[in-house]
């Protein structure tokens, strides 16, 4: 059993969510402000990772990844080879699956709403004229 | 009036399950029970690729029972409440899925294609109520349910669990907006002859043009014939009975109260040639 002390937003979440404020045409990715930021070992599952990579916005993660000011240099396209790379798929399940973020927001590229990140869950609930 | 008491005639969601409502999903260990019970039902039904890791969803996921039965089936899942109190009680327990506060019916919001499946435990019958002056049902429930489909890969299933509608009108507002969605499928009914083990499930499939629905248990339709001819032979043999029932505590009584109790999936002891007889007077 692994243990993590947090419910936490980690990137893969962050690369499937979307802001669906009313109106709002593309409003994909959010941008992160991250306040707080943790790592987190977690089981690599290869088959996992691989039969992600076709659904993952890829420059959308290479974004966050930025955007956090994370070091760790992903390379800046999919290798064609993904299915049996395995430094490649490791480097993508430490991006997607154990960089955490605890607080801070998403911002809304298109319409500027903050969706505020507290105790690492995402708050997407609308005021009612956001619908 | 047994509908006075459901949670969802009470309160909405995200005032229900405050921090006392909340933490009965930590201690109460019939509740977890019944919940992990219907959790592994609904996830059998999503009829997933064996040995192959999921990306699934949780609506309505409360404090992580149903996403620990994902878990340890070795799928990774996001979970969607409106309840604060009970995802902090989901981080209290340390689930290993991502939470989002979000209100299904202001829709999902995951990009297209996300997600090899779908469930809900005891989620949707909310999303019926007007809980606001705003709140339209019909609205909220369309929204839920054409974004839902669009965030789903196509092929895959949503199961949604133990609707128990509070009236017929109730499941056909719910099936009509599905199907409004795009969805195909329908309910399936597990245990219909028990009113204790019956359970019943929204199964709706995602870009199947005639899906066939999975068979549900404790119907089995030989069992059924069986019984039929077998009534019929009863009634004949006995005849004279006027209401065709046996006389109580008789060893005909006690075998039919069995199979009655079978056909509900309840355990029940075989019968044997000591079945209903008598214990001798012992001194």
Redesign the interface.
Same mark, same amino acid.
């Given at each position: 059993m *692994?243990?993590?002390?947090?419910?936490?937003?980690?990137l893969?979440?962050h690369?499937?969510?979307?802001?669906?404020v009313k109106g709002v045409k593309n409003?994909?990715p959010l941008v992160i402000k991250a306040e707080d930021i943790k790592e987190q070992e977690t089981d690599f599952?290869p088959?996992?990772i691989s039969?992600?990579i076709t *659904?993952i916005?890829w420059p959308a993660l290479t974004k966050a990844m930025e955007m956090i000011g994370h070091t760790d240099q992903l390379p800046e396209e999919v290798p064609k080879d993904y299915e049996t790379n395995n430094d490649f798929l490791k480097q993508a399940h430490h991006a997607l699956m154990e960089i955490e973020v605890i607080t801070g927001s998403l911002t809304c590229p298109e319409s500027g709403r903050e969706f505020p990140i507290a105790?690492?869950?995402?708050?997407?609930?609308?005021n009612?004229d956001e619908? | 009036n047994m509908s006075k008491n459901r949670p969802e005639s009470r309160a909405p969601p995200d005032i229900f399950y405050d921090q006392k409502e909340a933490q009965k999903y930590t201690s109460n260990s019939r509740m977890i029970d019944i919940q992990t019970e219907m959790s592994e039902r609904a996830i059998e039904l999503l009829n997933l690729p064996e040995d192959?890791?999921c990306?699934l969803l949780d609506v309505g996921c409360g404090s992580g029972l149903s996403g620990e039965c994902l878990t340890e089936q070795g799928h990774?899942w996001?979970g969607?409440d409106?309840s604060?109190a009970m995802?902090?009680v989901?981080?209290e327990r340390?689930?290993?899925g991502?939470?989002?506060?979000?209100?299904a019916g202001?829709?999902?919001?995951?990009?297209p294609?996300?997600f090899d499946g779908v469930i809900s435990i005891s989620a949707l019958q909310w999303l019926c109520n007007a809980d606001?002056k705003?709140h339209n049902p019909v609205k909220r429930l369309y929204?839920f349910f054409s974004?839902l489909y669009a965030a789903m890969k196509h092929g895959s299933r949503a199961v949604f669990q133990q609707l128990y509608p509070e009236s017929p009108q109730q499941l056909e507002l719910i099936t009509t907006q599905a199907i409004r969605s795009g969805f195909g499928g329908g309910v399936v009914v597990d245990f219909p002859n028990s009113t204790k083990a019956k359970k019943i499930f929204l199964c709706l499939f995602c870009g199947v043009a005639s899906p066939t629905l999975p068979k549900a248990l404790g119907t089995e339709e030989e069992a059924k014939k069986k019984r039929q001819i077998k009534y019929v032979k009863e009634r004949e043999q006995r005849g004279s009975d006027k209401r065709n029932k046996s006389i109580k505590k008789s060893r005909d009584w006690i075998i039919e109260k069995k199979e009655r109790r079978k056909r509900q999936g309840k355990e029940v002891s075989i019968n044997t040639k000591y079945t209903g007889r008598k214990r001798k007077p012992r001194f």
């Open positions: *692994r243990l993590s002390a947090f419910v936490r937003m980690r893969i979440t690369n499937m969510l979307t802001s669906h409003g994909y599952n088959d996992f039969r992600m *659904r916005e105790n690492g869950i995402p708050n997407m609930l609308l009612e619908v | 192959t890791p990306m990774i996001i969607m409106i604060s995802l902090d989901a981080r340390e689930v290993e991502d939470v989002v506060l979000s209100d202001q829709g999902v919001s995951f990009r294609g996300t606001k705003y929204k974004t």
